[in-house]
């Protein structure tokens, strides 16, 4: 069993020099492929040979990657959702669950398609609840959300018995949990859709970019219809058949440039994920149990991307402490809840804000909204939130850093 040196003041050693995950990789292999890309002075994906499409090669692998028949390349996570939504035909006042505790884009997707975010508490895993979830289902719910956040696979049995049982499609929003699994499954292969990003901040990164996919043919002919609003004349021009009677779409597609990075990318993912699940294990196993911590529920440890270790404490008091200590003694560990990530802080949201001028989504005259916001209305996500200790990882971190991090929390909680 670790013992805890009281007598020595931890000192961190190591520290990483960034804590950017995919951008940490950018090496030779991105600059050849990037450059490949430029030197073809065609950065379109269409009106070309898909062999020679750095999207449509990237498309292939991460098919194979996730474990789906079909994927689509966009230009962000945000447009992953949206089209995942279009192509489960997700429509105005259709009621969409999402946990208390995600990037503001979960939301917002859902308002994008004139959809209503129905907020739900999350428990001690930080991802949904799958009791709250079914306490929210009503007559207009059409689909849930899981958000696999840090990384952290959700309750996926439970969640997709409860869409089965009520009759709703599920997306899965992978865009912390890039090549995360659950009970040996991918993740994003469980549900009916699943939607990933590659922004800076990503496992893998394309500099901006997502991907939607999914094993359903005539839901990936309507996202695809959708992230492109000529996609059925690039499908003309292609001698391509449409299984779908084409309609109006935006315009979310990723460029020659993003793809040639995302595939090179991709190649580095499972190496960048095995050396955090390391590092993390190592991490953990090293803490002492004092009885006045609470480790995150985990609901598939082994498919865990491991990008962060999180912890409760027993009081949000206790929490601030410890972290303003953490912090002091120079480690990355956070407890303050994100701006953006967590409901409460979603302002245009609780507010009901619209850029249409009529309103819409909140004022349909058809389906006008019937779910209200406050921002005390998931004190159960507010606890734990208020409680955790998140301590990023990366894969750049040496075994000493590890070991002068379990020091130094051994030290801070045995002095608390």
């Known amino acids: 069993m670790t013992t805890i040196p009281k007598d020595t003041t931890p000192v961190i ?24 890309a430029l030197r073809s002075k065609n950065l379109f994906r269409y009106l070309k040979n898909e062999e020679d499409s750095f999207t ?41 669950i999402v946990p208390a505790y995600t990037y503001i884009a979960t939301a917002a997707a859902v308002m994008a398609v004139r959809g209503i975010p129905v907020i739900a508490e999350i428990d001690n895993s930080l991802t949904l609840d799958p009791a709250d979830v079914e306490r929210k289902i009503t007559p207009r719910t059409k689909a849930i959300i899981p958000v696999h956040m840090r990384g952290t696979p959700s309750r996926m049995d439970e969640i997709m018995k409860i869409a089965h049982k009520h009759g709703l499609v599920v997306i899965e929003d992978c865009a912390q949990a890039n090549g995360g699994f659950h009970k040996g499954r991918p993740l994003g292969s469980i549900g009916h859709a699943g939607a990933f990003s590659f ?40 001698n391509r058949p ?52 609470e480790f995150q529920d985990v609901p598939d440890a082994e498919g865990d991307c491991a990008i962060s270790l999180i912890f409760f404490m027993e009081t949000p008091e206790l929490a601030k402490r410890a972290a303003e200590k953490f912090q002091k003694l120079g480690m990355r560990a956070t407890n303050s809840i994100p701006d953006r990530h967590f ?42 939130l208020s409680r955790h200790i998140n301590i990023a990882l990366t894969q750049s971190m040496s075994d000493a850093h590890i070991d002068s991090c379990i020091h130094a929390i051994n030290y801070t909680l045995s002095s608390l």
């Open 56 to 96: 449509f090669r990237f498309e292939k692998e991460f098919r194979k990657a996730t474990g789906v028949e079909h994927a689509l390349a966009v230009n962000s996570g945000t447009s992953a959702l949206i089209c995942a939504l279009v192509g489960l035909g997700v429509s105005s006042g259709d009621e969409v």
């Open 199 to 238: 922004q800076q901040f990503k496992i893998i990164t394309a500099g901006e970019g997502g991907a939607f996919v999914t094993n359903d043919s005539s839901v990936y002919e309507r996202g695809c219809c959708y992230h492109d609003g000529a996609y059925e004349f690039w499908c003309a021009l292609d």
């Open 13 to 36: 050693v190591e520290p990483p020099v960034s804590y950017f995950l995919g951008p940490q990789e950018i090496g030779d292999e991105e600059i050849a492929m990037v450059t490949q």
């Open 343 to 384: 409901f409460n802080h979603w302002n245009y949201i609780l507010e009901k804000r619209s850029p249409d001028l009529y309103g819409h989504p909140w004022t349909d005259a058809a389906r006008p909204c019937q779910v209200e916001y406050s921002k005390d209305m998931c004190p159960q996500s507010t606890d734990y």
């Open 242 to 293: 449409i299984g779908i009677v084409p309609f109006l779409g935006e315009n979310y597609r990723m460029s020659d440039l993003n793809g040639a990075l995302a595939l090179a990318q991709l190649g580095k993912r499972d190496r960048i994920l095995t050396r955090l699940r390391e590092l993390k294990k190592r991490l953990k196993n090293g803490i002492v149990d004092l009885g006045n911590i």
